[in-house]
């Protein structure tokens, strides 16, 4: 890459600094400054009374749609997030903060490569006063629900993409084996083309559990196949359900949405993991290779 010009950079930060202000306004202007190759602004807001009384607001913006498969660990820094909350919380929370992550930011994936530069800030001022939210299971809740929130927003958007590809896995010996299903799935180029084709090859989905290297029972695996309002079994004690090409066609129907919903039963313990990604489209490769660097 190249050196950033630092005088640039200096004026920009006097002039935004200038510029400060609250207010939606402000805030719809701090999420478009952010964007790069995004075409929509990642933002979510929710309020929660915690379990002593009093009420609390969390907001969170982001942006990141290509070259994204965040690995973010609490105190280390081509996502960016900004996370507020009026909550009142102590550095005891870093571990949950840790916790929300690998359940959300670090359940996403584009294209399997991650950035240099993921980062998540979480700031809280405590200005709603009230009791510490560490422990507030109403607190976690909520937060988990935004950064979800932000996480699928990020997949929606990845560069050239026209399909969310959420993948459940559930039944998994471990919850390691379970999140390693879901991102060799979500990062499968066969898997992300067959559903930008609407295809309806089950085995690319097998292929990819296969090389996760988690433990599995081949024998009882159930995979099936969610989209709109259709929900088809593909796979049922590890043996095809459909043959005929009628049956084929209604696999096709479901892949044939917006959001794809790819759920895997393992069959051999009780831990699960949800993640997302998106179809691997021609733009993707259009956008990258005229991308200038």
Not at 15 to 33: I, T
Not at 61 to 68: C, L, R, W
Not at 84 to 99: G, I, M, N, V
Request: charged share 25%; glycine share 8%; net charge negative.
């Amino acid at each position: 890459g190249r050196f950033m010009d630092m005088h640039k950079i200096k004026y920009g930060i006097s002039r935004a600094s200038r510029e400060l202000a609250v207010g939606r306004d402000a805030d719809n202007r701090l999420a478009e400054a952010i964007m790069t190759t995004d075409t929509i602004k990642k933002e979510c807001a929710a309020r929660v009374r915690l379990s002593d009384g009093t009420m609390v607001y969390i907001g969170a913006i982001s942006k990141g749609s290509g070259m994204i498969a965040p690995h973010m660990k609490v105190l280390h820094g081509t996502t960016l997030s900004v996370v507020t909350t009026d909550a009142k919380l102590s550095p005891k929370f870093r571990e949950t903060w840790q916790e929300i992550l690998d359940d959300s930011m670090n359940m996403v994936s584009v294209d399997g490569d991650q950035s240099t530069n993921d980062t998540c800030l979480l700031l809280a001022n405590g200005m709603a006063r009230g009791s510490c939210a560490d422990d507030d299971p109403l607190f976690r809740e909520a937060l988990q629900a935004v950064m979800n929130k932000i996480a699928r927003t990020i997949a929606i958007d990845g560069e050239g993409a026209t399909k969310l590809i959420e993948v459940q896995v559930n039944n998994a010996a471990t919850k390691e084996d379970a999140r390693k299903v879901v991102k060799q799935v979500i990062n499968s180029p066969l898997v992300k083309s067959a559903i930008f084709g609407s295809d309806p090859n089950y085995g690319r989905v097998m292929m990819a559990l296969g090389n996760s290297g988690a433990d599995f029972n081949l024998e009882e695996v159930r995979l099936v196949i969610k989209g709109g309002e259709m929900e088809v079994p593909i796979l049922e004690g590890g043996a095809p359900i459909f043959q005929e090409e009628r049956s084929i066609e209604v696999v096709r129907m479901a892949m044939d949405n917006k959001e794809v919903t790819i759920e895997l039963d393992l069959a051999i313990g009780n831990e699960s993991a949800v993640g997302w990604g998106c179809d691997l489209t021609y733009d993707y490769v259009r956008i990258n290779a005229e991308y200038s660097t």
